[in-house]
């Protein structure tokens, strides 16, 4: 995820959020394919932040301080827009935020659609993912987000699940369209009893919902395989491309 590794993030309110200090550093994004096996499609791609000096996202982060956290979060948001309708984009773009670090929904979500029309990027195909992995302090706050960006048309997920606090009530209180599987659920599932039967059982879940899965950091033809059987369609990994900077690259399906 953009945000990924960055252990400084706290809350900001919505006053802080709006007199943020500019972002004083370039970024730029690459981007990852999000594949649907049924149909060897790419479904979606995700837009991961990196230094426009070609730094990795662990760089770029260690940069992020409170006073500048909104300007950052604001500028990924709009460069992933930009550079996606640059790029030719003809499916999905999955953009990051964290649940502790975001602000007032109707303030915060402006400069987003107002991206999205200067570059002729429609609402509903831009999917917002929020990280299980990090404690959720307001789950009404939280709610609320989802809630306002449904509203206005966008995809709502929740990433690395099953990695950190809430389990399955998130997807009873938040509803997210899709749900991203967690790398250390999937990684090696094909040889951990343990790993199948949780990961089971929160596809099932999800299935149940209406709620899309997607299994993340997929390396392995075996890992893929066991995870088909469970009835996952949707992946994202290394077996079927790495992250490229801006650029949208084709999938490799050869493992398929």
Do not use: W
């Amino acid at each position: 995820m953009a945000y990924e590794g960055n252990p400084d993030f706290r809350p900001l309110g919505c006053k802080q959020c709006l007199e943020s200090n500019p972002l004083d550093f370039e970024i730029t994004m690459a981007f990852q394919p999000i594949v649907d096996l049924e149909t060897k499609s790419v479904f979606a791609y995700e837009a991961l932040v990196r230094g426009k000096d070609g730094a990795g996202a662990g760089a770029v982060l260690s940069r992020v301080t409170n006073d500048n956290r909104y300007a950052f979060d604001q500028t990924c948001r709009v460069r992933a827009v930009q550079l996606a309708s640059e790029l030719g984009l003809n499916c999905k773009l999955s953009i990051n935020f964290l649940p502790n670090a975001v602000y007032r929904p109707e303030t915060c979500i402006r400069a987003t659609m107002e991206a999205a029309d200067t570059y002729n990027l429609p609402l509903n195909q831009i999917m917002f993912e929020v990280t299980e992995a990090e404690p959720i302090e307001d789950p009404a706050h939280l709610m609320g987000i989802f809630e306002a960006y449904r509203e206005r048309g966008f995809i709502t997920a929740i990433d690395d699940f099953g990695a950190g606090y809430a389990g399955l009530n998130l997807l009873t209180k938040f509803k997210p369209q899709i749900l991203k599987l967690d790398m250390e659920l999937c990684q090696g599932i094909a040889g951990d009893i343990v790993k199948r039967t949780i990961t089971e059982g929160a596809i099932k879940t999800a299935q149940a919902l209406g709620i899309k899965v997607i299994a993340e950091g997929v390396e392995t033809k075996e890992d893929m395989v066991a995870l088909r059987t469970l009835g996952t369609d949707y992946f994202q990994g290394y077996l079927f491309g790495k992250p490229v900077i801006e650029t949208l690259p084709e999938p490799d399906f050869s493992a398929v």
